[in-house]
């Protein structure tokens, strides 16, 4: 009896071994596997056997990971404080580097973004923070691949998401902003001057040629502002056409 019990343990605990033995990945998965510790190879996606107390395997996730870097505070080359935050997609292209090379890629890549998001905007000054973040984003982004290649992790793309200004610097920009659109102004107020010049120069130009286009020039301005009745309109008259007006008169009393 007590044999019988002590076989029907065994072929239990065989059955446990065997049943504990087998591990399912999916197909976003991988599994270094260790054999008495030294690493052996990575296996998956699918059904996956160990051998009990002799090999471990550890997961390791290959999707890709977004990864939020809390908020840096920046100084600009331009000695700006700013706070700026990004985030990174990232994903794990050798598994074996992965678990290998660093104790924790996650937080490895998390502190290695912050260290380099100051480093890399710390080398730029604030109107590139705010106008050129595409250009930014590559920088950080190759800067960082470089750094976690060894680490078996491809960083695919960092953005930059906001850059906080204090009250100070934004009514200082506000200010700069509004002398601009002065200046634009007044650039394209004296541009409409000196173009209106030119025609003037010109038609005063083609009105010299003839003096009878001056005298019909002059009469024309008169009908245009007979019609205002509501105010009295005091108009110059040119000497030319009195001496017109005489000599015509002078030849009707001869």
């Known amino acids: 009896m007590a044999y019988g019990f002590s076989f029907g343990g065994v072929i239990f605990l065989l059955a446990l071994l065997v049943i504990t033995s087998f591990r399912v990945l999916r197909e976003y998965e991988r599994g270094v596997v260790f054999m008495l510790g030294r690493f052996w190879k990575v296996k998956g996606p699918g059904l996956v056997l160990l051998i009990p107390a002799v ?7 290959l999707r890709t990971v977004v990864m939020d870097v809390p908020p840096q505070d920046v100084i600009s080359r331009d000695n700006v404080s700013v706070k700026v935050n990004a985030v990174v997609y ?5 598994p074996e580097r992965a678990i290998i090379q660093v104790a924790n890629f996650l937080e490895a890549t998390s ?4 260290t380099t998001l100051r480093s890399v905007l710390g080398k730029h000054e604030l109107d590139e923070m705010l106008a050129e973040r595409e250009k930014l984003n590559l920088d950080i982004q190759q800067a960082l691949d470089a750094q976690t290649d060894g680490w078996g992790i491809k960083v695919s793309n960092v953005e930059i998401k906001h850059v906080d200004l204090n009250e100070t610097m934004v009514r200082a920009i506000a200010r700069q902003a509004e002398a601009e659109r002065e200046r634009r102004a007044k650039v394209i107020h004296a541009e409409g001057e000196l173009q209106a010049s030119e025609k003037l120069l010109e038609a005063a130009q083609m009105l010299a040629r003839q003096p009878q286009a001056m005298q019909l020039r002059y009469m024309q301005t008169l009908t245009q502002i007979a019609g205002d009745k509501s105010s009295t309109i005091v108009f110059p008259l040119p000497i ?15």
């Open 55 to 61: 090999q471990q395997m550890v997961r390791v996730d």
């Open 90 to 94: 990232f994903r794990v292209v050798d």
């Open 111 to 114: 502190q290695l973004a912050q």
């Open 240 to 254: 030319d056409l009195l001496t017109t007006l005489r000599s015509a008169t002078g030849n009707t009393e001869k």
